[in-house]
């Protein structure tokens, strides 16, 4: 392989883990000041956690011999000892690496959803369970030759499109995000504007890493194909994102009367999230009307929650996984030959509707059980009382900012 192809795959590695900490940023910022610390040490705690199991085992797991299998046996290659060791060691272990940034913000992404009432042992608990039973099982379907990936082949129409995440990372996140919620349930006084973001600059901070390292997320498998689609994935998250910042503030605009920071962070974030499966596979002016529509969507979805009666505090449900449906099922409409309105037919949108909302479901049940389990043992919310005086000091003994009494 070229030395600039395994350049770009190294530098696309540190731009996905940067996204993690790009993630906590975005979340912290959102809450109030008293669960700022507790907020981004639920990814930071991911970071630890699924790094550590993914090297153990995740990576084993991540692969399959055949559409058969549910995931890879986790103790073939346990440490990834063999791995290390075999002729193409350093570009493989490499690829592993890459692989773990992708399970590592999948699971930081669900924690916006309990923002001010978790426990962070319970979160870390949930969180290397959850990664073991369904993430590393789900990237083996889809990208490591599990059923999604066959899914094409076994039906006799078009291979599912998931080049980055929109089944894997978003769909996967936003079902288990869902779950949490209704597990842990309302927030003390949950209302519409309860909590205001207490550090909107933050928030902008968050949301321009994650952006920055989207790049690695998706153009970073190109390392592996001689960089060979790099032209298009980029001007694709560019122009998406882009498209759906302006769409959110102009419903903002609308709905409210004025266009905010905040909402246009989210926007960038709903756009990216929407382009992820869809970055190789569209023509520029089709991914910046995707990014338009999910820019839209997802500022209105955010509100169902308090018609619905559910607290996903940070809205995970109403940006990852509505915008990861969203660019899911666009592919069968406009991917690039494929599509219904782009030389196919329905064969495409049907193969990405049944990989979409077989994750959504499959992840959403086992992330209800185990997150019901939790709570019912040695529980997972904190109590009334913490939540209102502070959920910093109360589960970590750290207040997110010093501030003396003049």
Known sequence: METGSIAWGLTATALVLFMTPGVAFFYGGLVKAKSVISMMMMSFGA??????????YGYNMSAVNGPTEFAG???SDFGLGELAMGETGSIDLLGATYGATFAIITVALISGAVADRAKFGSWMIFAGIWATLVY????????????I??????????????????TAVHINAGA??????????????????ITKPHNVPLVLIGASILWFGWFGFNAGAEWLNGLANVGIIVINTLGATAAAILAWMLVEKFKDGKATSVGAASGAVAGLVAITPACANLEPGWALLLGGLSGAVCALAVELKFKLGFDDSLDVVGIHLVGGVIGTLYLGFFAIDTGLFTGGD?????????AGFSVLVYSFIVAYLLGLAIEKTIGFRIKNEDELAGIDTSVHGEEGYALERV
Do not use: E, H
């Not at 590393?136 to 059923?147: D, E, L, T």
């Open 346 to 354: 329905l064969g495409q949108l049907a193969v990405q509707a049944i």
């Open 73 to 75: 046996n986790p103790f």
């Open 136 to 147: 590393f099982p789900v990237a083996a379907w889809v990208w490591g030759g599990g059923w």
């Open 47 to 56: 970071l630890g956690l699924i790094s550590v199991l993914w090297i153990l």
């Open 149 to 166: 990936m066959t899914l094409g082949d076994t039906l006799g129409l078009p291979g599912v499109i998931d080049y980055a995440g929109g």
């Open 176 to 193: 288990a995000a869902l779950a949490l919620a209704l597990v842990l349930g309302k927030r003390v006084g949950f209302q519409k504007g």
